[in-house]
Each structure stands twice: as C-alpha cells, then as structure tokens.
C-alpha cells in the first residue's frame, strides 16, 4: 500500500491530522493499534478544542452525540466553597475582544470514535494494526512504516511522510528515531480515576468541570459526561499514593470521602460504573522530534501535565499545523532539506512552553499566578482557553517566567 501520509495512531491528534490533510487534498492512511470505540482519559475540551472542533465542521455531530457543554472552570481551594470561575471565551481575530463561547466535556470512545469516523469519510484509509518499525531509505528519509495486522501478518505501508501520533507510547522515540525522551517535571505525579453516576451536579449548567485543590500537585477533577455520569479524578504525589499501600478502589473510595468538603458532599451516594484506572509517568518530552520526511504530534512527543485540559487541544492544533507544514513539503518548498519540519518543532515548542510556564507559574508561585490573573485576567483567558500560540507577547508569560526564574535560581 502507497499513500501521500502515513499517520501511526488514529486518536484525536492522528484524525485530525487526516481531516486537515484531506482539506488540502492530501492523502493519508491511519494505522490504529485499537478496536472503537476504547476508553481513554482526557475528557474535558478547552475553547481551543472546540474553535478546532468548530473548523472540522463537527459542531452539529457534537450537539447530535449529546456532549455536556462546558462554559467554563470552577475551581475549589482546600477549604472547598469559595469557588472561583475561569469562563471559556473566544476571540475572533487578535485585535477583537472576547466574546462568552462554550466547549464540551466527551467520552473518549464516543468522541474518538467520531473523528475517527470522520477522518474515514474525507478520504482517509484506517488500517487496524499496530505499527512496530519506521522504514526509513539507504540516505535516512522516511519512506514508510511495518505493521503487524491482527493475524499477525505484516504489510509494509509506504509514504512521503509519516506521522507519529501514538500518544504516549511515543513510538518514534521507542524506535530511536528522535532524540532522547526526558522526565517532565510532573512525572512523579499519579493519577486515580474513574466513572461514577449518582454525583450532585451544580444546576442549570451542569456541564462545567470542576476542580478541587488540597495541596502542591494534589488535585482532584469533576467531569459531567452526559445526564448521569461523571468522571472523577484525583492527582496526587505518587510518594503519597505509595505511602497509603491501598488498592486502586480503596484509594479512589477514600479520597472521595475525605479529600474535600464539597466534593465529598456531591459524592455521597454515588456508584461507580467504570474500573479504576491509574495513570503515573505521563509527564515527558522528547528532543528533536521532527526529521526527513517524518514528524511527532500530540502526545508523541510531549505531555506537560493534564490540570489545564490543554492535551487534546494541543494534539488537534498540531494535528492541523502539521498539515500545512505536510502541505508545503509535498509541494516541494522544503524538499531536500534534512529537517524539512524544523519550523513545525519551533512553533509546537513555542506554545508548549508557554503551557509548561502557565503549570510551573500555578504550582510553584501559586500565589504569584494569583496575582496576575488579576492583573491579566484577558492573557489568562485566552491561555487557559488554548491560544497558546496567539499572542507574541502575553505580557503575563514574560512576568511568571521572570518570577519563576528567580524562584528556580533560589532553589
Ligand atoms: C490523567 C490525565 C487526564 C487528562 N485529562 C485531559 C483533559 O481533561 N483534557 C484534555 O484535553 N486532555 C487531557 N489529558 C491529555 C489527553 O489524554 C492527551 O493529550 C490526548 O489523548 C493526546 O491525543 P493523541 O492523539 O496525541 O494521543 P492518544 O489519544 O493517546 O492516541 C494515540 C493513539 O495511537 C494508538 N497507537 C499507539 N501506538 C500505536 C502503534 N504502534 N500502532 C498503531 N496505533 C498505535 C493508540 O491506540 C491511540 O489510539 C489527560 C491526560 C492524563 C494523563
């Protein structure tokens, strides 16, 4: 099999890095390890998600599968009832003001069933196999990519370019072809969670995530997924989930009851419906990520952290930046260059920098942070909304990199 774009994962990051290629007439085949609908974590969408959603043309698809809307962010401090509120809110163009908008909160099956289901119907081939070795030519280029299909079989898919949208498998990395993967700073954190029904949601708009603080990287989320099911999370220090020596439910039950005063009253009676799953080691990035005819997206090369909901949106960003990038390159703008897609790891690292800033400025300078929300409550809408790669300058990036430079100096 031949195609123009070989992309290895069909989660959000792979799909729309398909539906944004067929925009430009691009083919591509996406090969997916998985059967869909699958469980997966990431279930809350920022306002970039839903701007990039909005693009897809899937507005009306996300209205007809009944997603929550989300309108904002309420977060609860330690003593748990005196919330504050982030709103969603979009801006048109750089200059113009905001405006109130909405995302939503998803099932991750449902939801990348859908894309998935989408990216097939612009055209793209999926392929259900697991990718196990990147082809690359005699002079280094990559020129395809091996498969093992579910008979165990193997086919050989050539391409011009090929994606690596694996997530947290980081496949390029495991096959040495990047350079070397790091700890993120948060990779001794843990996450806990599961799906209950039962919950007390706030009323009218229950759709609204809901986050709770007890101390430094110990947080907890709340996420309506549909009329009666609610993800609950909680992000503890993994020191601390070993030290307890529980059993992933034992954790999970205790911590609903004795973690927060106001979650634990929204909580009381409820079921859980979902395993427990545990998440640890998922903070990373990956150095020189993009080379000849190959490049990483999404969680394929970095994940700073999930307290901001800003994964998917960064995955569906570069999904799209790289199909532009793709774009050029087939047209031969950038041909017969040994990193082709340079400029694509410089814009990616410019907005997740800027997400690590926003994270680093919460948890070490927390007081700090507060202060500039005030002071810059539109820079923060718009970074908490996703535009992490709008502005030039957001004067309250530069700020926190000052004070987080003095604070990491101290240490
Ligand atoms: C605890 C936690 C909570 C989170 N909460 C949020 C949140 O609320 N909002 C948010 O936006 N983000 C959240 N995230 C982040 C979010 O889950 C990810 O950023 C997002 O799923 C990344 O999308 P992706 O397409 O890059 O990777 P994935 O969604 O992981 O998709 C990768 C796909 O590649 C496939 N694959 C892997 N290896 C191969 C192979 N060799 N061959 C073929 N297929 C392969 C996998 O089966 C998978 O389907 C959270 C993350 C964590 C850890």
């Not at 993994?238 to 034992?250: A, P, T």
Request: charge should be negative; include cysteine.
């Amino acid at each position: 099999m031949q195609t123009q774009v070989a992309i290895i994962g069909g989660g959000p990051a792979g799909s729309a890095c398909a539906i944004f290629l067929a925009r430009l007439g691009i083919s591509s085949v996406i090969i997916e390890r998985d059967t869909f609908p699958r469980f997966h974590i990431g279930e809350s969408l920022t306002g970039g998600s839903a701007e990039l959603i909005r693009e897809m043309g899937l507005e009306d698809q996300m209205a007809s599968l009944g997603f929550p809307v989300k309108r904002g962010i309420w977060g609860h401090g330690p003593a748990g009832f005196t919330p504050f509120w982030v709103p969603i809110k979009v801006r048109e163009t750089a200059a113009s003001g905001l405006r109130e908008s909405h995302a939503w909160q998803v099932r991750r099956s449902t939801f990348d069933e859908m894309l998935l289901r989408h990216a097939r119907e612009r055209g793209a081939t999926v392929v259900r196999g697991t990718a196990s070795t990147p082809l690359l030519s005699p002079d280094g280029r990559a020129v395809g990519v091996e498969v093992i299909l579910p008979d165990q079989s193997t086919a050989r898919i050539g391409s011009d370019v090929l994606v690596d949208a694996s997530g947290q498998r980081t496949f390029f990395a495991n096959a040495g072809l990047t350079g070397s993967k790091h700890r993120g700073r948060y990779s001794r954190q843990v996450a806990i969670y599961s799906h209950f029904t039962g919950a007390i949601r706030d009323t009218p708009q229950w759709g609204n995530i809901l986050t709770f603080f007890k101390n430094k990287h110990y947080w907890s989320w709340f996420i309506p997924l549909d009329e009666s099911r609610t993800s609950i999370g909680f992000v503890v220090p993994g020191d601390y989930y070993r030290s307890r020596g529980e059993s992933k439910e034992d954790f999970i039950e205790r911590e609903l009851k004795e973690f927060n005063g106001n979650l634990a009253g929204r909580v009381a009676d409820v079921t859980r419906v979902e395993e427990v799953r545990a998440t640890s080691n998922y903070s990373y990035h990956v150095d020189d990520y993009t080379g000849n005819g190959w490049m990483c997206i999404g969680d394929a090369h970095r994940f700073v952290d999930p307290l901001f909901s800003f994964g998917l949106n960064i995955g569906m960003a570069e999904a799209r930046e790289a199909a532009r990038m793709i774009g050029g390159f087939l047209a031969g703008e950038t041909r017969g260059t040994v990193r082709p897609f340079a400029a694509f790891e410089r814009w990616s690292d410019r907005g997740l920098d800027r997400a690590q800033t926003m994270l680093d400025g919460f948890w070490e300078t927390t007081f700090y942070f507060g202060m500039l929300v005030r002071k810059f409550e539109e820079n923060f809408i718009d970074l908490f909304a996703g535009r992490l790669w709008d502005d030039d300058d957001y004067p309250a990036i530069i700020a926190m990199r000052e004070r987080l430079a003095e604070h990491f100096a101290a240490d």
